[in-house]
């Protein structure tokens, strides 16, 4: 029986509850200094002075970093290539930008403070009691400058961004013009989400140390390769020169997935006080120059069919992205794609703030954007007196709507049902507060969910050891989501061995080059070349068996060998077979390793890649206090081809209870006046705890699908967050008949 597909254990469990587990801040490394970050208290302007002198004084203190006296750092030209590092680089023309290697990084080459909470200096001293007290008695005096922080004067300048990949900032089909003029139903609806704030367990952390010109990073990343790129592109030196490490991560969300400008600060630190350096973020460093979700304003206007049939929609978006260096939030992805409308029209703009740069988190776009368009389905819905299931049914997307070709596979129809049956959903009845218990208010809500099922080139290593043990190796990541597992899984299942024969290695740009862990693209991309790698291995074994005498396979055609159990053996007769180890064992002992790299062709040119779901939710109202009771959720989605069904249950329940956090709490609270967030705790910062969490309910439908990757494989990191936010509010709006359209929803827009 194929070990894919069973809900193994973590095999990285026992070192994380045992505490074995090392994480970026807990290597040991000889001649360890501490670091720490003072960052900016004033939203735009200059340094005018810093009291640095009375600082070195203080016990401990090695050194004081700031733009005065840091590391001078090469230009990059826009091409690309850096220059004013020596060795005979490349000069620039002189009507060529010269701008830092990363825009968006913090790195002390000038005065100048464009957002609060911005990295104006480095204190490195030999404990961290002593960087700690000596960061906080750093005295710094500002020229401060008017800065922009209203989101409402920043729209009057509102900005197109720069087309992205499969992200354009326009996009349009049919008229929709002529389509809203023959709707007899029509919405015209404007929702909002607010700042809000990663806040994984792990906060971010490096150690930097160099040996000579070879730089090592111990970095708390969801990119390793990309941590190393930024690092060669800032110091100018030869990526090979760099080595960037990360076993464990504990928690990423997207906020890892970039390099930040800690991080190479930890490593000029390193470079200038001569020692490695360890540096920390504290909680309250991770609101402001580490990104956050941005804030959005959405307009949607729908335009329908007496019969409930989508003419035309419109989706206009705003979102706050900084002055340092651009993000677009992409809230219209999901709606290009959701139904089949005959005419549709999106557009992305940017209001510009002194903030630090926005960045992806978890299910970018898609968790903003489903909130406003499966809200605004649901209010068709009630405008149409139609069940919000239905509404759906009735413009179900067939095919892609945006690109006019095949999904590579879609099983939404069939999680509607599941769903729908899991919940009880025909028992609902359609009047908002007609629902209750008691005096409790009861509301039933539902959303679609969908994410993209992303790919990129990855590859792999595997070898079989004398002793009949494997390693495969390749340099992703696992962020608590079960990496280690489902890769061993993966090779052991091509192999034919036992899982627990198998180790895999990660987190290493030592190993072979893997994507970033972001966008749910882990196991599509990695599974694929570490199937292959273990299928080379496997495949040389079988060559060495049939060419050895010794074997009782010697003799027999590859096609006529099979392997299981950490045997080779004929199929025609399995009494026939020869053990992996002593295959090995009697060629000298020699492991046998195989490479492999995997890459998605043109398939995406031909099929749309989409995971689906759909969400649905009980909630509990106090008609007086206006407190919400989030009792149940039921989610059912066609994910592909599910590897491990446990880890991939935790990830979409995870998921959920961030949607549900999505709906309720989260909000990253800024005083306006000064750029700064004002909760930028994990006590003023609400997040879902389990007292908060009811029942949720997950079914994963067995989906084939031929054309994302040989494994079959999509991702479930992201998809579970889609819609949830949504559902609540459509819940909150049957229960108390009141449509709130800015999140959060809190007791105070209830009463």
């Not at 009811?694 to 479930?716: C, F, P, Q, Y």
Request: aromatic share 6%; net charge positive; glycine share 10%.
């Amino acid at each position: 029986m194929s070990v894919i597909g069973q809900g193994m254990d973590r095999l990285d469990g026992r070192l994380k509850v045992t505490g074995q587990a090392t994480y970026s801040a807990e290597h040991k490394i000889p001649r360890l200094a501490y670091g720490m970050m003072v960052l900016s208290t004033i939203p735009k302007g200059r340094i005018a002075a810093i009291d640095v002198a009375s600082v070195k004084r203080m016990p401990g203190v090695m050194l004081v970093m700031t733009h005065q006296n840091a590391l001078r750092l090469p230009k990059q030209k826009e091409e690309g290539k850096t220059e004013g590092s020596g060795g005979g680089k490349e000069q620039s023309k002189p009507d060529q930008k010269k701008q830092p290697p990363n825009p968006k990084l913090s790195l002390l080459q000038d005065d100048r403070v464009q957002y609060n909470a911005q990295p104006i200096a480095v204190v490195v001293a030999d404990t961290f009691e002593h960087a700690r007290d000596a960061a906080r008695r750093l005295n710094v005096r500002y020229a401060a400058e008017s800065a922009q922080l209203d989101f409402r004067k920043a729209k009057m300048q509102l900005r197109r961004p720069e087309p992205q990949p499969e992200r354009p900032p326009d996009t349009g089909r049919g008229n929709v013009g002529r389509s809203m003029a023959r709707a007899s139903q029509k919405l015209d609806l404007l929702y909002t989400t607010p700042m809000e704030n990663h806040n994984p367990l792990e906060p971010h952390a490096t150690i930097a140390a160099w040996e000579g010109d070879q730089l090592t990073l111990y970095d708390s990343t969801q990119n390793v390769t990309g941590v190393r790129k930024t690092a060669a592109q800032t110091f100018g030196i030869d990526p090979e020169k760099i080595r960037v490490v990360c076993p464990f991560v504990g928690g990423g969300f997207g906020c890892k997935g970039s390099t930040w400008s800690h991080v190479m600060l930890a490593a000029m630190a390193s470079r200038m006080a001569g020692v490695p350096v360890k540096l920390v973020l504290e909680r309250t460093q991770m609101y402001g120059p580490v990104g956050a979700r941005p804030l959005t304003e959405q307009r949607l206007q729908l335009g329908a069919s007496e019969d409930g049939k989508l003419l035309a929609v419109t989706h206009d978006t705003v979102s706050s992205t900084s002055f340092v260096d651009d993000f677009v939030e992409p809230c219209t992805a999901v709606t290009r794609k959701a139904y089949a409308s005959e005419s549709l029209q999106t557009s992305q703009r940017l209001a510009t703030l002194n903030i630090g740069v926005p960045t992806y988190m978890r299910a970018p776009g898609e968790s903003s954007g489903s909130f406003a368009l499966e809200s605004a389905m649901d209010e068709l819905a009630y405008a149409l007196k139609v069940d919000p299931v239905q509404l759906r049914l009735m413009n179900y997307a067939e095919k892609d709507p945006e690109k006019d070709i095949p999904w590579s596979s879609k099983s939404l129809r069939e999680c509607y049902r599941v769903g729908a049956e899991r919940f009880g959903w025909a028992k609902r009845t359609p009047q908002p507060g007609s629902m209750r218990q008691g005096r409790t208010l009861v509301g039933w809500g539902m959303a679609t969910a969908s994410y993209p099922a992303n790919r990129k080139g990855a590859k792999a290593s595997a070898t079989i050891n004398a002793d009949g043990s494997v390693l495969v190796r390749s340099g992703t990541h696992d962020l608590g989501t079960g990496t280690y597992t489902v890769m061993a899984q993966i090779a052991a299942d091509a192999l034919g061995v036992n899982v627990s024969r198998v180790r895999f290695e990660l987190g290493d740009t030592r190993l072979p080059e893997a994507p970033v862990s972001g966008g749910s693209q882990t196991v599509a991309s990695v599974g694929p070349a570490v199937h292959q790698a273990a299928r080379a291995t496997r495949d040389k074994l079988i060559a060495t068996a049939l060419g050895d005498s010794a074997s009782s396979l010697h003799g027999l055609n590859a096609n006529d060998v099979d392997a299981a159990d950490g045997w080779l053996f004929s199929k025609a007769d399995p009494n026939r077979r020869d053990s992996m180890a002593a295959v090995v064992t009697r060629n000298g002992g020699q492991p046998v390793s195989g490479e492999a790299s995997a890459d998605q062709g043109d398939e995406k040119k031909r099929y749309a890649m989409q995971a689906f779901g759909a969400v649905f939710v009980e909630v509990h109202v106090d008609p007086d206090l206006g407190t919400i009771r989030v009792t149940r959720i039921v989610g059912a989605y066609g994910v592909g081809r599910v590897i491990n069904r446990k880890t991939a249950h935790s990830q979409l329940m995870g998921g959920i209870v961030w949607g549900l956090g999505m709906g309720l709490m989260e909000k990253t609270e800024m005083d306006w006046r000064v750029g700064r967030a004002v909760n930028a705790n994990l006590a003023d910062y609400h997040v879902p705890v389990n007292a908060d969490i009811g029942s949720i309910d997950i079914t994963m439908l067995d989906e084939h699908d031929a054309w994302i990757n040989e494994l079959g494989a999509k991702g479930v990191g992201e998809i579970g967050i889609t819609g949830v936010a949504a559902a609540i509010a459509n819940a909150v709006h049957h229960a108390t008949g009141k449509r709130i359209r800015d999140l959060p929803i809190t007791p105070d827009k209830l009463i």
